[in-house]
């Protein structure tokens, strides 16, 4: 890793970053009272009680409970128990009976009592802030009256999975009865510390608030019913799939799914969709899948359904940083441990850690002797550090961050169209339509980026990389960039962005479709377009030279990248259609993306100094983070992934940055007055 930024302190002072550091801190330590309600993440309203002298925080909901109504109208507990005839302990105990139902966090300090794992002692359920995190999500799908669904990625010994078993012992000891759960764990282990914690919270839940006797059911070891409230509890591992059969379970706890191996008899993916399928539809229904990420798995798949939005399941993840055992004090000056840091750690200080988080992150790195990749998967800061494999990462994260954060919605998703699908016709009236769920993304229409009318020498620049048409194939992807902002010394920007399956003649002509529909006819002037040409099909022979798409492609569209003729003799000029990708040529285009990369993360530290891209998906950029070098040498994806946007990214990129000329302005008479985009930083 490189040295930090002197700069950056600079452009931001000691005192600026001492300042926000006392602010984050005061996040982590803010004063939590689950009995009074302070600190609590659920909307809540003070109420105050003069006869008992009690302030209290309540949940919105408990406002609408009738006895909390009368209380609040008579105005002390005493006036409503005298409304109401009875005495004032039976008025407080109605009370809190009732808050129990709105107020997880109350009955949990009141009621559960949990083992320690660091002082190994019996102590009330309080709820530290990574799990108050995780509860706002739960009590936000409950309080709207749909199935609780999660997916929960964690980092470790922060409590998730003890949250979750008490939070559905809460559904059902106050919610619900005949309310049966299912807990499948890795391994039986891990199952039976489930079990533990409920017997642990039946064994001290206080009496004057109720009774949980566990007894067996139907003759089984590990699953239980819960007497009073006629509840199962259904324990096990998922190598021993058999005990989950013939019930019909209204709640299910998958541990650690991400470590489930599949078998010759056992498929994790079979066996989690079993699972699931018991569970209705119905309001307090869950579902937590939950794991430590190892490896591109189901649970992986799970994940990504959800953050996409393509799964009715709340992606939630609680990065180290947010966990406030996660700190160790600074042995030396605040000044002199942030002028040591180096680029992961300013990194780790843009997403929101604390100076003693970092100084804990250094320090836990080398008392465990982890490699970055241990210490990222083990500790993960992202997301998508958890799922990262063993290998070298290209792009460093900051950088990938830094890209990120140009990433936006499209202002249109569907695809391009002509007067036919292929041959010269098919690059007349072509036009950009909207489709749902279409192959192309667009964030600068042509219309808006005025490209038939600004007379501007070399300005589009497209990269196609053409995969296959099977379903485990290579996708076919085309990015389009405008080089318009780099006459105002600013950084090119990417228009559009075409992935999908199609045949590869069909796909080559939409290329050339999409830059149709950027050129400039009045001036004579067409996007450069570049194929990837390696994995072209041969079309036929002609004389000792093959032929591809491109053969028939380069009669109709003018301005097609060539590259001289590697079996040339001496020094004459011998054009080749397309982009061929070997060792040397794919690292030239992967470091020009990597370089690019770097001068946008520089920009950000005023340190800027070469061409920069401004990149508008949010899929490339997942990409950019599993793309890793191999143990061999060789770069690629991690297992289970593609990486067909990195390679057409990394081809346009290089086409924008190093091999055009620059663009210029032929007829600057014609130039209407413009506003500069990306002014943050000039070149010249």
């Known amino acids: ?96 009976q009732e808050r129990f139902k709105h107020d997880f966090e109350f009955w949990a300090a009141m009621c559960v009592t949990i083992l320690n794992k660091d002082t ?23 309080l709207r009256g749909v199935p609780i669904r999660v997916v929960l990625l964690k980092a470790r010994q922060w409590g998730g ?15 619900r009865e005949n309310w049966h759960a299912a807990v499948c764990a890795q391994v039986d282990d891990a199952a039976k510390n489930i079990s533990n914690m409920y017997d642990t919270a039946a064994e001290h839940y206080p009496k004057v608030f109720g009774k949980i006797t566990f007894k067996p059911y139907k003759g089984s070891s590990k699953n239980r019913m819960s007497v009073e409230r006629k509840c199962v509890i259904g324990v096990g591992s998922y190598l021993n799939p058999d005990q989950f059969r013939s019930y019909n379970y209204a709640m299910a706890h998958l541990s650690e799914v991400g470590l489930w191996k599949d078998t010759e008899k056992i498929k994790a993916m079979n066996l989690v ?69 180096e680029d992961y750690e300013w990194y780790l200080w843009e997403l929101g850690a604390t100076l003693e988080g970092i100084n804990w992150y250094r320090l836990h790195k080398a008392d465990k002797g982890y490699q970055d990749w241990e210490m990222m998967s083990e500790n993960p800061s992202t997301p998508e550090e958890a799922f990262q494999s063993s290998g070298q990462k290209v792009f460093p994260p900051n950088y990938v961050l830094a890209v990120r954060r140009h990433c936006i919605d499209p202002v249109l998703v569907g695809d391009v169209y002509g007067d036919a699908r292929l041959g010269k016709e098919a690059l007349n009236n072509v036009r950009i339509e909207e ?36 379903k485990n194939a290579d996708y076919s992807g085309f990015k389009l960039i405008d080089r318009e902002p780099m006459l105002y010394g600013n950084d090119p920007e990417v228009v559009l962005d075409w992935h999908g399956h199609l045949d590869q003649d069909l796909f080559a002509w939409k290329c050339a479709q999409l830059c149709m529909a950027y050129a400039n006819r009045e001036i004579n002037e067409f996007p450069l377009l570049a194929f990837e040409v390696q994995s072209l099909k041969k079309k036929g022979v002609e004389g000792n030279h093959s032929l591809t798409i491109l ?37 030239l285009i992967i470091n020009a993306l990597r370089g690019s990369m770097r001068e946008i993360f520089r920009a950000e530290t005023g340190e800027q100094d070469d061409w920069g891209y401004i990149e508008h998906d949010t899929n490339a950029c997942d990409e950019f983070s599993w793309y890793e070098v191999k143990e061999n040498g060789e770069l690629g994806n ?14 346009a990129v290089w086409l924008a940055i190093k091999h055009m000329d620059l663009p210029k302005m032929i007829n600057t008479t014609r130039l209407p007055k413009r506003n500069t985009r990306n002014t943050s930083y000039a070149k010249f």
């Not at 995780?134 to 936000?140: D, N, S, T, W």
């Not at 999975?161 to 919610?175: E, P």
């Not at 119905?282 to 990504?304: M, R």
């Not at 991690?638 to 081809?651: N, S």
Request: proline share 5%; net charge neutral; charged share 25%.
């Open 1 to 96: 890793m490189k040295t930090g930024h002197p700069n950056v302190i600079m452009n931001k002072s000691i005192t600026e970053i001492l300042n926000e550091n006392s602010r984050r801190n005061s996040l982590l330590d803010a004063t939590y009272d689950p009995l009074r309600g302070i600190g609590s993440p659920l909307e809540r309203t003070k109420v105050w009680f003069p006869d008992v002298d009690m302030e209290l925080f309540l949940p919105n909901s408990m406002l609408e409970a009738e006895i909390t109504s009368i209380i609040l109208k008579a105005g002390t507990f005493k006036k409503a128990a005298a409304n109401l005839n009875i005495s004032v302990g039976k008025l407080f105990q109605l009370f809190i």
């Open 120 to 142: 190994f002692k019996h102590v009330p359920f309080i709820l530290r802030g990574a799990q108050r995190e995780l509860l706002y999500e739960l009590e936000e799908m409950r």
């Open 161 to 175: 999975s003890t949250l979750v078993q008490i939070y559905m012992m809460w559904i059902q000891q106050i919610h």
């Open 273 to 341: 969709a079993s699972l699931k399928e018991t569970v209705p539809d119905q309001p307090y229904t869950l579902i937590v899948e939950e794991s430590t990420a190892k490896g591109l798995n189901y649970f992986h798949d799970s994940w990504q359904l959800a953050v996409s939005g393509k799964s009715r399941y709340k992606a939630v993840f609680i990065p180290w940083w947010k966990i406030d055992r996660c700190r160790t004090p600074l042995e030396i000056p605040a000044e002199d441990f942030i002028k040591s840091w």
């Open 435 to 470: 489709v749902h769920q279409g192959n192309l993304k667009v964030w600068k229409t042509p219309e808006e980026l005025q490209a038939a009318i600004l007379p501007i020498r070399y300005r589009f620049c497209g990269f196609a990389d053409i995969g296959g048409i099977s």
């Open 551 to 587: 053969d028939e492609i380069k009669d109709d569209y003018p301005n097609i990248y060539t590259r001289n003729d590697q079996e040339k003799v001496g020094d004459e000029w011998i054009p080749k259609y397309g982009f061929h990708t070997n060792t040397k040529t794919k690292g």
């Open 638 to 651: 991690i297992d289970g992934k593609h990486d067909d946007r990195v390679m057409y990214t990394a081809g």
